[in-house]
């Protein structure tokens, strides 16, 4: 079957880094995306990534291992407004999204 | 641009009634998708579509149709709304696969049936 795995929540300090861990298991891949969705909002695009390897794009960069089925969505330089829901959702081979049930960030002052 | 757009915002619905959730978007992508999340689980796909015309079976299309009679609109049918059927819905849509499969959403509808 097709699986994702994240932490339900995490906690971090404001100016700190996270690291949110992600491993999958899905009929065929085609890519990983993470999406940010705040409270009450639609989920917003973040980060692909299809080869093996780190992706940085300004404080948040996604990393990959298709070997291992696992990524990670690294943020630094953690703001109050990165508090917020964080899906990792890998693409099947239908092309399909497969979406684990997010990981909750809580950044505190 | 609007994107997409959905309607209504929110609905209370009573039980056995009959609804549509209306999507339209303006980006010209051939796929759609309707999803639920409901608090603690993630999005979960009800119907989509590769293309207009054509329409297929997601994760929970139960007491749910759709249907795509052009490219631009994807309305989401309840037929006999049940209570279980209380979610927030949301409205997807994606042009391409790979980097190309990112989906765009729409605000979303709050539903609850009562």
């Known amino acids: 079957g097709q699986n994702i795995d994240q932490p339900t929540e995490m906690t971090a300090t404001e100016g700190a880094i996270v690291q949110i861990n992600c491993t999958y298991q899905?009929?065929?891949?085609?890519?990983l995306f993470w999406y940010q969705q705040h409270a009450g909002e639609a989920p917003t695009f973040l980060s692909y990534?299809?080869l093996d390897g780190l992706e940085e794009k300004g404080r948040f960069s996604s990393f990959l291992s298709r070997s291992k089925g696992y990524s990670y969505l690294l943020l630094k330089e953690l703001q109050m407004k990165d508090s917020a829901s964080y899906l990792c959702?890998?693409?099947?081979?239908?092309?399909?999204?497969?979406w684990g049930a997010g990981t909750k960030l809580i950044i505190k002052p | 641009i609007a994107g997409i757009t959905q309607a209504p915002t929110s609905q209370i619905l009573a039980a056995g009634r009959r609804m549509t959730l209306r999507c339209t978007q303006d980006?010209?992508?051939?796929?759609m998708y309707w999803y639920r999340q409901d608090l603690g689980l993630g999005l979960r796909l009800i119907h989509y579509?590769?293309?207009?015309?054509?329409?297929g079976k997601g994760e929970v299309p139960d007491g749910y149709s759709v249907s795509r009679a052009n490219t631009d609109d994807f309305p989401l049918t309840l037929a006999s709304a049940v209570p279980s059927q209380t979610s927030v819905y949301f409205c997807?849509?994606?042009?391409?696969?790979?980097?190309?499969?990112?989906?765009?959403f729409g605000p979303g509808t709050r539903l609850t049936v009562l």
């Open positions: 959702a890998p693409m099947d081979s239908n092309y399909q999204l497969i």
């Open positions: 899905t009929s065929g891949f085609n890519g």
């Open positions: 980006m010209r992508h051939n796929a």
């Open positions: 579509s590769n293309t207009a015309g054509t329409t």
């Open positions: 990534n299809v």
């Open positions: 997807a849509s994606s042009d391409g696969t790979g980097s190309g499969g990112e989906q765009f």
